[in-house]
């Protein structure tokens, strides 16, 4: 695992002109995604929270990256005015909402397919006129308690990663899939690819975060298909942020991210996932941050804006622990090689939320 993780940060000093910022280049694909211009419509996903996949004359394609994202929709004079919008990865139960100037816009639900996680609608938007379009669940935005999985590290297991799916599937009560990092072993288009083509087993969408194995390609290619690194989302009154430590480091940028998400989160239950653990709790493996300063200053801010979980992966097994003072959990259970003799073996968790009452319970599930 060390030599990978050299060999990844390697390549990435080579691919940022051995910048001493190898995440910089990330972070600011982070800004650019969800922008698109069309037919003479400008569209731009708010906080960049789904991916432009594909734009044709009067269709629009998204990956969603959150439960709930919205869409600005500025069409100039003349242009396309009917559009088809479907959106992958999204939640079974999302619906299309569409407003201009807060006047709502009629909205055809088209029939649906065999997965769950597509849904397709037609919407006319108005040339020259400003629409805000709304992808979301009923009542998303309302706090009450839900349930998630939290999964980690696939890896080489990408060929067998269903029987995961099916086990998460087997639990109507999992909202969706939370996912700290390592989708694939060494990033390429064709694991990405194919880790997408795995999805169609599940029954709920899969947000994630990048790990260091997406950045073993010369040519990572994360960005174009599962989005941002860095991100924000909140669902039934909970805040849930992503950051990018695929190098073992955070960006500035990334960081005066955080540093907004953490404030907007202060007052409300916050959970944070990343990929490589910003202390590791056996402290032997090297499988934490490369700076032990940049980590306690990371945990310092985490835990004086009351942060209530935090979800890691990277590391092959599963861990309960404390990073100052907050409820941890290691969860590299996802397929990849696995630590020897812990016998934990292939998982993931179920985690129980409530706004009002923070963390409920997180569970281990063991698929082997």
Known sequence: MRSI????AVLALLA???SQRPAEERALKDLRVGQVDANGVAFT??????????VEPGTLTLWGSAPAFHVRAVSSAGATEEWTVVVRNAMPDAELSASVGGEP????????GPLPTVKTWKVRVP???????TVAPPLWDQPMPFRFAALADVQEALPRVGDIYRRINADPTLRFIYFSGDLTQRGT????????SRLLESRIPLFATLGNHELITPDPRYHEYF???????????????????????????????????LAAGRDAVHILGTHIPIVDPIGVRNGAFASRNEAAALLAKLANAKLDLTLYGHVHSYYSFSNAGIPSFISGGGGAIPEQFDGVGRHFLAVEV???????????VRVD
Do not use: Y
């Open 45 to 54: 996903v708010e906080d960049g929270l789904a991916v432009v996949r594909k």
């Open 227 to 261: 989005g941002r690194g860095n991100l924000h989302f909140t669902f039934h009154g909970v805040h849930f942020t992503m950051i990018d430590s695929g190098n073992g480091s955070l960006d500035p940028r990334a960081e005066e991210m955080l540093d907004g998400w």
């Open 105 to 112: 816009l009629l909205v055809e639900a088209l029939p649906e």
């Open 354 to 364: 409530d706004p009002a009452q923070g963390v409920r319970t997180v569970s281990l």
């Open 5 to 8: 993780r050299r060999g990844a």
């Open 16 to 18: 940022a002109g051995c």
């Open 127 to 133: 040339a020259g006129a400003e629409a805000r379009l």
């Open 189 to 196: 288009v064709e694991q990405l690819e194919e880790f997408q």
